[in-house]
């Protein structure tokens, strides 16, 4: 069965799905996306990941009007198309094509591209895993809560990451813990959970604001501040959050081990409520 892409009108076969290559998401990272989940092909909170487009889009004064409907129904054509049960999807929008020139036209036609991917989540049954992280500079533009394909300081931290074994890279920014490359960043410290605030420094992830309401429903303790590098360190818990990771565990920062490199109860407790939730 051939994977399927959606480009502007038409559906179309992945390997031939190809954009211009003056569109300004090619050359200048001129383009918002948004990656949603598909669990047990269930399509997961797509009306947060709309708003957050929407956001995105209106931002950096993209001329379109989005039809909602629309990109719901591309969104689950894809998932019959593909047969999807377990994976991603991944929506993005360029503002255009026009000859290279950095002031952008009015009235370009944006175009959208949609395509899905197999993935296997990390998921609170027995094979729940948790994993390193390491800290890495927050040299990102000063819009990251825009969630534009603008993401070479993201790159470079999630390569080094890697290229060290760890799972993902935790930005500081001073003293400050951000978010991190992928993702937000939570800690627990004497059964209290505590996250950046969602300003213009972090993505109000969608998995972080379906989490608060889960955190505000089962009477935890939620506090939504700027935490220390010195607090992530002596933290009782760590877990990131994102639509590919869910709620994953960090049992170890730099070569700082986190409750001795065990998955903390909260974080489970949480994830499994949270699992139960979305499904
Ligand atoms: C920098 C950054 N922060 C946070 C997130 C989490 O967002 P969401 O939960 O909407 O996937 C992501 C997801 O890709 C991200 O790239």
Do not use: M
């Given at each position: 069965m051939?994977?399927?892409?959606?480009i502007?009108s038409r559906?179309i076969?992945f390997?031939n799905?190809k954009?211009?290559i003056?569109?300004r998401?090619?050359q200048?990272?001129d383009s918002?996306?948004?990656?949603?989940?598909?669990?047990?092909?269930k399509?997961?909170?797509?009306?947060f990941h709309f708003?957050r487009?929407?956001?995105?889009s209106?931002?950096l004064?993209?001329?379109?009007?989005?039809?909602?409907?629309?990109?719901h129904?591309?969104?689950?054509s894809?998932i019959?198309k593909n047969?999807?049960t377990?994976?991603?999807?991944?929506?993005q929008?360029?503002?255009?094509?026009?000859?290279r020139e950095h002031?952008y036209?009015?009235?370009?036609?944006?175009?959208i591209i949609?395509?899905?991917?197999?993935?296997n989540f990390?998921l609170?049954?027995?094979?729940?895993?948790?994993?390193?992280a390491?800290?890495?500079?927050d040299i990102?533009?000063?819009r990251p809560?825009i969630k534009t394909t603008s993401l070479?300081?993201n790159?470079?931290?999630?390569t080094?990451?890697a290229?060290?074994?760890?799972?993902?890279s935790i930005f500081?920014?001073?003293?400050?813990?951000?978010e991190?490359?992928h993702?937000?960043?939570?800690i627990?410290?004497?059964?209290?959970?505590?996250?950046?605030?969602a300003n213009?420094?972090i993505l109000?992830g969608?998995?972080?604001?379906?989490?608060i309401?889960l955190?505000?429903?089962?009477n935890?303790?939620?506090?939504e501040?700027?935490f220390?590098?010195k607090?992530l360190?002596?933290?009782?818990?760590i877990?990131i959050?994102?639509?590919g990771s869910?709620i994953t565990?960090?049992i170890?920062?730099?070569?700082i081990?986190?409750?001795?490199c065990?998955?903390?109860?909260?974080?489970?407790?949480l994830?499994?409520?949270?699992y139960k939730a979305?499904i």
């Open positions: 051939p994977n399927i892409a959606f502007n559906y076969e390997k799905a954009v211009h003056e569109d998401g090619f200048f990272s918002v996306y948004e990656v949603l989940k598909v669990i047990n092909k399509l997961i909170d797509f009306d708003k487009l929407k956001y995105s209106s931002e004064n993209f001329n379109i009007k989005i039809d909602k409907k629309k990109i129904r591309i969104f689950l894809l019959k047969n999807l377990n994976g991603i999807i991944y929506l929008i360029t503002r255009g094509t026009q000859a002031a036209k009015k009235n370009l036609k944006p175009n949609v395509y899905t991917a197999k993935k990390n609170p049954n027995k094979n729940y895993k948790g994993f390193k390491i800290t890495y500079p990102r533009w000063g809560d070479l300081a790159i470079l931290a999630a080094y990451a290229n060290v074994g760890a799972y993902e500081i920014k001073g003293n400050k813990i951000t991190a490359a993702s937000n960043v939570w627990i410290k004497k059964k209290k959970i505590i996250t950046h605030p213009k420094e109000k969608v998995t972080r604001t379906v989490l309401s955190i505000k429903s089962l935890l303790d939620l506090i501040r700027e220390t590098i607090e360190y002596n933290s009782d818990e877990f959050t994102s639509s869910l565990p960090i170890q920062v730099d070569k081990k986190i409750n001795n065990k998955i903390g109860s909260i974080t489970k407790s994830a499994t409520n949270f979305i």
